[in-house]
T-cell receptor, first 115, second 112 residues
């Protein structure tokens, strides 16, 4: 069973630039969620994708956007990067929203540094 | 929206002793409460979860208790070992929507 994989592992960007982070979900999982984890904090929900559509969004501005592909992999895009966007971005996959409490399985994250 | 508070933020325990981490939540609609362990450089890993229709769940050295009336739940680790050292997060959600609200974490250090 292949777990959740994320790429790249580390990334350095300049304020104002755009970034794309990638996630491959665990085998058999069709729902992908993205979380932002600032240093010393708990993960915060950004949004979730189910059947290639956004299925819920946390308190993040529209410059955070995403995609889910037919193979259930996903991308997180952040435009107009700000210094406060520096964080660990976590992808989590699960069996399917609405099918009971399917545990979230997290990848090891992408560490984004904005300078 | 849901708010989850977690205490303590740091906890040091002698190897072999027990560790207890406590969380409170605000939304009475929440009914699914997982606990995650995060080691340095890794993503959170689910260690145990509990649903609101049970008051306690145990898995070897780990147990979780839930008091729905008081809106709090706790993680208990017995016979602690050095490999238990990590950051632990509690979380809450409404079962089925899989959108977790996390606590701020507890850094657990096991002293050999």
């Amino acid at each position: 069973e292949t777990g959740v994989t994320q790429s790249p592992t580390h990334l350095i960007k300049t304020r104002g630039q755009q970034v794309t982070l990638r996630c491959s979900s665990q085998s058999g999982h069709n729902t992908v969620s993205w979380y932002q984890q600032a240093l010393g904090q708990g993960p915060q929900f950004i949004f979730q994708y189910y059947r290639e559509e956004e299925n819920g969004r946390g308190n993040f501005p529209p410059r955070f956007s995403g995609l889910q592909f037919p193979n259930y992999s996903s991308e997180l895009n952040v435009n107009a990067l700000e210094l406060d966007d520096s964080a660990l971005y976590l992808c989590a996959s699960s069996l399917g929203a609405g099918r009971g409490s399917s545990p979230l399985h997290f990848g090891n994250g992408t560490r984004l540094t904005v300078t | 929206g849901e708010n989850v508070e977690q205490h303590p933020s740091t906890l040091s325990v002698q190897e072999g002793d027990s560790a207890v981490i406590k969380c409170t939540y605000s939304d009475s609609a929440s009914n699914y409460f997982p606990w995650y362990k995060q080691e340095l450089g890794k993503g959170p890993q689910l260690i145990i979860d509990i649903r609101s229709n049970v008051g306690e769940k145990k898995d070897q050295r780990i147990a979780v208790t839930l008091n729905k009336t008081a809106k709090h739940f706790s993680l208990h680790i017995t016979e602690t070992q050095p490999e238990d050292s990590a950051v632990y997060f509690c979380a809450a959600s409404i079962e089925g929507n899989e959108k977790l609200t996390f606590g701020t974490g507890t850094r657990l250090t096991i002293i050999p």
